[in-house]
């Protein structure tokens, strides 16, 4: 039990208890309250996969299998480059320990631009989706791996409940399975394992079988160009979450544009 994501659940549970102990449910829950309007995450990812690729654009400055992956880091900068280049939703990292991200990352870059957001963050808790819609997210990420059926859905109750979506997040065939007892449309494939950071685009291959057709697939991480997008489009994934091989570019907005140029239609 000594993977990655055992670990990082370790000291996030002690962070949670360390941040209500700080901050009472009460005062993040009127927060929310008070948070803008959520603009419809899965909504303008489905009227995107219609004409063509959603892209759920990730702001990433490093991550615990790559270190340092952008050193020149402004999210507002980076959310109007994506915004610029076509994407359709933002992806913005909060864990520190991890990722270097912070909470100020995320409502710093959604208010830069009119796109709506995902918290990307280890979630176990209920008040860390109220944490969430307080920092203006619209969507939270649910991690298969590293929860129960009952947190899974208790998180994804406490997201509807705030007007938020919920990505949630699978990498193998049981975690898929558990997956569709949930009521969210948007269905991630983590081409990555959490637990040995092996990344292999075969997963979404093999697990693209499986989504319900209700289901709407994510196809997540190890994406670095249109060639492997139209392969994964050929396996029904026409909406992807990529941060790494963009966040490495020079000029965002245009890979991000290259990256998004004549998407395949039709499926295998
Ligand atoms: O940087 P990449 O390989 O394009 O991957 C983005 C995203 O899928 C990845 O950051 C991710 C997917 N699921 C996660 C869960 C937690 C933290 C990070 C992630």
């Known amino acids: 039990m000594s993977d990655i994501l055992e670990k990082i659940k370790t000291y996030k549970l002690e962070e949670v208890a360390n941040r209500k102990a700080a901050v009472p449910l009460d005062e993040v829950e009127a927060r929310a309250k008070a948070a803008p309007p959520t603009r419809g995450f899965a909504a303008r990812l489905s009227d995107a996969a219609r004409e063509g690729y959603g892209l759920i654009a990730e702001i990433k400055k490093a991550s615990p299998s790559k270190g340092l992956i952008r050193a020149d880091f402004d999210p507002p900068v980076l959310a109007e480059a994506y915004a610029d280049g076509g994407a359709t939703c933002l992806s913005v990292l909060t864990d520190g320990p991890s990722f270097q991200g912070d909470d100020s990352y995320l409502t710093a870059a959604r208010s830069a631009v009119d796109l709506p957001a995902l918290r990307k963050d280890f979630m176990y808790d209920t008040y860390q989706v109220a944490e969430a819609r307080a920092l203006h997210a619209d969507c939270i990420l649910i991690i ?58 075969d997963t979404t291959r093999t697990l693209s079988k499986l989504v319900p057709t209700d289901r709407m697939i994510v196809c997540e991480s190890g994406l670095n160009t249109p060639e492997e997008l139209a392969d994964m489009a050929r396996y029904g994934a026409r909406t992807f979450l990529i941060g790494e091989s963009l966040m490495r570019q020079d000029d965002v907005a245009a890979a991000t544009r290259t990256l998004l140029a004549n998407p395949a239609t039709g499926m295998m």
């Open 144 to 201: 298969m791996a590293s929860v129960s059926d009952a947190q899974a859905q208790e998180l994804e109750d406490a997201a509807f409940s705030w007007g938020m979506d919920a990505l949630i997040e699978v990498h193998d065939a049981a975690e898929l399975e558990r997956a569709t007892a949930l009521k969210s449309p948007l269905m991630g494939i983590n081409n990555r394992n959490l637990k040995t950071f092996e990344t292999t685009l």
